[in-house]
């Protein structure tokens, strides 16, 4: 397979260097359909690579290198259940927490669905007896307030996804989201909360997460001190994979909400993990948000490669970071409401394909993830933005548009989208000197005025970017765009070779923390740490006896 990928790979190394001089401009210029043959819909929702220098002899070539990886066949073992993630022996099947009623999922000779079925249902009960007020705390108050604690995959995609479909959610019901061991996150944010009327969720794949079990314990002890211990049953939910960590951190089982080994943490925003914002935009709106997904699942099952949008976006992706050689990726959303999402996507892309060697443990030949950042527009094109039209690295983004906002506030939703489009077309088409020069001739400038400032008004343009364009940022809508992302950062680590569900290099700095622990505490002596640490650790305690 790696001969013939890296085969594939040189064609398109060659393929690239004959054809690197064409711009953007001239590719639109020569072909007038070019939208048309380099765009693809599922529904309303519409995928946009017109504005990248793919040409169809290019998407020949990625389609070639998709299937000398397998990316079909390795597509079907996912979703068949196969035990993919081979470091850590686990099927991967977040798929499976999306699919409807009657689908048959079995791993290790059982069926999976009935389980995911009942505990989609109990989460489901949960949430509206909540919103209903069936569910009260231990004073017969209702829950007004619902904090959950966790983090990475326990914390983003709720957090992320919360403030997404904030319009969904009920009246006099508000999520609150502690993911920092830094004390400030949970002080800043049980302060002002009444203790009666707020629901704590503890949300950890493993519950054995340093953050979110120092968190927990916070958020236990403030409530212990305003309503006692016997209130606890009653404010507390569990959401796990582990049945014995729960119950060994002396949380009640009965109110523990469960997951599976086969749900990466990142993966898991399907699961009972997105319970706090089931709570607030009700059972039906997270149905929605589940059919959404499902609706993608079934798209890059079925869809031929060449118009198929998550296997064209990790393609694209492939194109930009190994053959163009650019190792960024901005993600900029032009939905306010989607502020969340690059960070909720830095962890899904990174955490996934931020790795080294192959799945057989070999160095990989090719590079891997890139670095995935993004705020909103339009706020990033008065900070970044600059960069990425005149720096001199190009960073290939993908812009995301909504043609209905929930809100019309006089015409701003036209300047949004005028903004996200007039992005698009200039970092397409640039600005040559001799533009600028006449530009600024046109505005009285005299001749040598305008050549002077005119290399500082050039764009070089030919910059890529990809459209995401969706009618409404609604359930349904947000459980598509998550599911695209997924299966891209699939199409692209099943490209480069590599396990996308492990975590490994998360771990050493996890032991070194708690080896550290006791250091900054002052319990153990400074010896035998680098010289750097020893000085930081002295330095710090210096301070703190001062
Ligand atoms: O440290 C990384 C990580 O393991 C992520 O993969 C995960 O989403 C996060 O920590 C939280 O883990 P848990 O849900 O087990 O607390």
Redesign the pocket.
């Known amino acids: 397979m790696t001969a013939a990928r890296d085969a594939v790979l040189d064609r398109l190394a060659a393929h690239r260097r004959e054809t690197e001089h064409v711009t953007l401009r001239e590719l639109f210029a020569a072909d007038p359909h070019r939208f048309g043959r380099f765009s693809v819909a599922l529904d309303d929702l519409l995928y946009d690579f017109s504005k990248t220098h793919v040409t169809a002899d290019t998407l020949g070539l990625l389609i070639k290198l998709a299937r000398a990886c397998d990316v079909e066949g390795r597509r079907d073992a996912m979703f068949a259940g196969e035990k993919i993630n081979t470091t850590e022996g686990r099927a991967v099947l977040h798929t499976a927490l999306r699919a409807p009623a009657g689908a048959k999922i079995v791993v290790d000779g059982r069926d999976v669905m009935p389980e995911v079925l009942a505990e989609r249902a109990k989460a489901a009960d949960f949430a509206e007896a909540v919103r209903s007020g069936a569910l009260v705390g231990a004073t017969g108050e209702r829950f007004t307030d619902i904090v959950n604690i966790?983090?990475?995959?326990?914390d983003l995609g709720p957090a992320m996804a919360a403030l997404a479909l904030s319009p969904y959610a009920q009246e006099g019901l508000k999520g609150h989201f502690v993911s920092n061991v830094d004390g400030a996150h949970i002080a800043d944010t049980l302060q002002g909360l009444d203790p009666a009327r707020t629901l704590v969720l503890v949300?950890?794949?493993?519950?054995?997460?340093l953050e979110?079990m120092a968190n927990a314990r916070a958020a236990r002890a403030w409530l212990v001190e305003a309503l006692g211990e016997e209130a606890v049953a009653a404010h507390f939910a569990a959401i796990s994979t582990n049945t014995e960590a729960v119950s060994a951190f002396g949380m009640d089982t009965e109110r523990m909400f469960r997951f599976w080994d086969w749900v990466?943490?990142?993966y898991?925003l399907w699961s009972v993990i997105g319970l706090s914002f089931e709570i607030l935009i009700g059972a039906d709106n997270f149905q929605a948000f589940l059919d959404g997904a499902y609706e993608v699942d079934e798209h890059f099952r079925q869809a031929p490669l060449e118009k198929n949008i998550p296997a064209l976006m990790g393609m694209v992706g492939v194109w930009h970071r190994n053959v163009c050689g650019w190792p960024s990726h901005a993600v900029l959303p032009y939905d306010q409401r989607l502020a969340r999402f690059p960070a909720y996507l830095q962890?899904l892309d990174m955490?996934s394909n931020g790795k080294s060697v192959t799945r057989d443990g070999s160095a990989v030949t090719s590079r891997t993830g890139p670095v995935v950042w993004g705020e909103p527009g339009t706020n990033g094109q008065h900070a970044f933005y600059q960069l990425l039209h005149q720096g001199t690295d190009v960073v290939p983004a993908d812009i995301l548009m909504a043609a209905v906002p929930h809100e019309q506030v006089g015409d701003q939703h036209a300047m949004l989208l005028a903004n996200a489009l007039a992005q698009g077309e200039a970092f397409m088409r640039g600005r040559t000197t001799e533009e600028a020069a006449e530009i600024l001739r046109k505005s009285g400038k005299h001749e040598a005025e305008a050549l002077r400032l005119a290399p500082h008004k050039t764009f070089p343009g030919s910059r890529p970017t990809c459209a995401i364009a969706y009618r409404m940022l609604d359930p349904r809508t947000l459980g598509q765009l998550i599911a695209l992302y997924e299966h891209k950062v699939f199409v692209q680590g099943t490209i480069w070779g590599i396990n996308s569900f492990d975590?490994w290099g998360?771990e050493l700095g996890?032991e070194l923390a708690s080896r550290l622990i006791p250091v900054v505490k002052g319990e153990v002596a400074t010896d035998g740490l680098d010289g750097s640490t020893k000085g930081l650790v002295e330095h710090l305690a210096k301070l703190q006896r001062e």
């Open positions: 966790g983090i990475g995959g326990s949300a950890s794949k493993t519950f054995t997460t979110t990466g943490g990142r898991s962890q955490e975590q998360v996890k």
